[in-house]
């Protein structure tokens, strides 16, 4: 076997920190005359002799060392143990894991979660034929009582009961679900507990330590965070469950191209230090939305009377670089947005540019999303030039 060696193992450096491990990880072997970043591999196929499941690598539909880097890298971020899975979305990453849910088992998942995760749950419920509650996320007795309900309908019928979605913060209302108490109480109960944890990433919240045993990432956004790139994980601790959302992509297909894995790895190292700059710059933008007098609302985990305060301080690290707030109607938020100079009206999120969006302008939004909602990106421009925009924006 010519394979060249993957990248470091998660196992290899325990100790460092996670600020270090996105700097350090998923490098080729350090001997002389090596590359010091893992090369573009483009090769549909590979080298196997015999029995192909004694393969490293046989097809790159199933695997290829364009991913590996970068899935170990996310492994070890997310204290898996395990490496990570890419797709070619985060849409992707969340459909293959929400397929998981059994006929006659339960999906309950935020009212406000991310618009394409609701769609493509209510589009799988449908076909596979089990039940979809909605739930506000940070009202953990409705959760529980949400979890006994579902439980008691399918016992002894489906295999588990089975899956609570949790999106924490939720994108774009930035509730905050109690992460540790509703792992607990699903699991009491049998059910797989799944977590978006786009808005928070690694550095900021490890799902898994807090008993999840499912994350999903849609990689667009911070992880690769530069707003060129469509990609898509999930990361899991669970051999069982790694090998079942293995299938799922190896049998839909919907791949990651090499080039894109590429782009995300290099977009992680710079992660931390994005991550620093952006979440200084919301924490402040934050503290002046909510004490200015056009604005109705700001919510942002990062403000002291925020009710997601509390929560986000003991299960996170940061509290991330999204800030959504109110002002009175529909159209004024429509002004806003399209009065910045900076700021760019655009959907998505994570990237190194501030964006703004209202975000009732998708039809898709939940009505529940008030009308003159506008989401912030904030990104790692200077603050003042950022300010002095949204400010003349507002005026
Ligand atoms: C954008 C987003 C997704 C979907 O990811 P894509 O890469 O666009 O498919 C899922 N969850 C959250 C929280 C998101 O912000």
Known sequence: MTQP??????????????????????????????????????????????????SPYAYARFDTPAWTPFEEALGQLEHAGLPGLVFGSGLAAISAVISLVPAGGTLIIPTHSYQGALASAEQIAGRQNFDLVTVDIADTEAVIAALDEAGHATAGEAASP?????????????????VPALTAAAKDRGFLVSVDNTFATPLLQTPLDLGADIVVHSVTKYLAGHSDVVLGAVVTSSTGLREDLHTERSMRGGIAGPFEVWLALRGLRTLAVRLDRAQANAQVIAERLAAHPAVVETRYPGLPNDPGHARASAQM?????????????????????????????????????????????HPSEPVTVPEGLIRLSVGIENLDDLWADLEAALA
């Not at 990248?7 to 350090?30: K, L, M, N, W, Y």
């Not at 609570?164 to 109690?178: C, G």
């Open 5 to 54: 060696e993957p990248a470091s193992s998660p196992a290899r450096h325990p100790e460092f920190a996670p600020d270090t491990i996105v700097v350090e990880t998923g490098r080729p072997q350090r001997v002389d005359g090596a590359s010091v970043n893992p090369p573009i591999d483009l090769s549909s196929t590979f080298v196997s002799a015999g029995d192909i499941s004694n």
């Open 162 to 178: 089975g899956m609570l979605w949790i999106e924490s913060p939720t994108n774009p209302m930035l509730e905050v679900a109690d």
């Open 317 to 361: 690290n940061g509290f991330g670089a999204i800030i959504s707030f109110t002002v009175a109607t529909a159209d004024k938020a429509t002004a806003i947005a399209e009065a910045v100079r900076l700021w760019t009206p655009a959907t998505s999120l994570g990237g190194v540019e501030s964006l703004i969006e209202r975000r009732r302008r």
